[in-house]
């Protein structure tokens, strides 16, 4: 991040913080050693790696708030979000940049609820398959509470490409609707994407010069710790130019999820089981989640399995295994290994 770049949030923070009724710093911080191995032409990695946040919420008056954030990882590339802080492989070492991770207004009505600037992702979802939730777009996001079982979502961004500049438009709209079965709470929420691609991208240059549109639908079934979820997805475009490369009809995604416990306690335990499919433009590959494997986020399948214990109040520690292979074209596949842990400062 430049100097200029700083002294310019400095002067905005304190602008924001003359007029703060309320202000509440936060940090954290992921120690996390990895080990990509098994692989069949992507080079084996075992590295320790650090991702860190920190920032203010601040908050103006009864409606309006604001989050400043910033973060470590590849300022061009923000859906990696962690810096190599130690070798154990030969591997190249990818640059360390600290970089603005969040920077947005919020502002809290009566059934509403709005976001606007650089946003979290905000669309109801069972797994990041979809969206890298380390992807902070810049752009708006809208709630609408139709009742307490009905709330009505949404969002029009422009993805990042870079640290400075945006590639194509997405638009979203969400339904999310809740029931209660005796004990079980069952959450639907169809979606509806639109992605207008846009070429000549600097760093985001997977499939986001291709325009697509998704049918998606995120539900999950709850009853005390277990919970039960399912994403489902499938492109409606048309893909005929791809055919000789065999990925006219690759535009399905399924996820399948088991997940069980919380970590609200000291001494809890939460585990999830994946299983998943996404054939290639059953997403926008530069924009899908890429925690579970260091070649694909899209045209992949596989499952992953992660483990997490409350350690202490400000806490965590856990492990991860995942092990996803390519679906079409030059055969890939592979394992990669975490060991992490969580602080809250």
Do not use: C
């Amino acid at each position: 991040m430049s100097m200029k770049k700083v002294a310019l949030l400095l002067l905005i923070v304190t602008s924001y913080v003359a007029e703060a009724v309320d202000i509440n710093p936060y940090a954290n911080a992921i120690l996390r050693y990895e080990n990509e191995v098994e692989h069949d032409f992507f080079r084996d990695r075992e590295r320790l790696r650090l991702i860190a946040r920190a920032g203010i919420d601040v908050k103006f008056n009864e409606t309006w708030s604001t989050r400043i954030g910033l973060r470590t990882g590849l300022k061009n590339r923000q859906n990696v979000p962690a810096i190599t802080i130690a070798r154990f492989t030969e591997q190249r070492q990818p640059p360390n940049d600290i970089f603005i991770d969040r920077f947005y207004i919020t502002g809290k009505f009566d059934n509403l609820k709005l976001n606007i600037g650089k946003i979290p992702w905000g669309t109801k979802q069972v797994s990041d398959i979809f969206w890298d939730r380390d992807l902070n777009p810049q752009g708006v996001h809208l709630d609408y509470t139709l009742d307490k079982n009905d709330t009505f979502s949404v969002a029009h961004f422009a993805p990042l490409d870079g640290a400075t500049n945006t590639i194509g438009q997405m638009s979203i709209a969400q339904w999310q609707h809740k029931l209660k079965i005796k004990d079980w709470q069952w959450t639907i929420a169809p979606w509806l994407v639109n992605y207008n691609g846009q070429a000549d991208a600097d760093f985001a240059r997977r499939d986001t010069a291709i325009d697509n549109r998704f049918v998606r639908l995120s539900t999950f079934i709850k009853k005390g710790a277990w919970q039960f979820g399912l994403d489902l997805g499938r492109s409606i475009e048309s893909f005929d130019q791809f055919t000789d490369q065999g990925f006219d009809d690759q535009k399905n995604s399924v996820v399948a999820e088991i997940k069980h416990g919380n970590l609200k306690q000291v001494g809890n335990y939460q585990w999830h089981v994946r299983f998943l499919r996404v054939e290639r433009f059953a997403v926008i590959t530069e924009f899908a989640q890429n925690a579970t494997s260091p070649v694909d986020t899209a045209n992949t399948q596989g499952f992953d399995l992660r483990l997490r214990r409350k350690m202490g109040k400000k806490w965590w520690l856990g492990t991860r295994f995942s092990q996803l292979q390519r679906l079409v074209g030059l055969q890939e596949e592979g394992i990669r290994f975490r060991i992490e842990a969580r602080y809250d400062f």
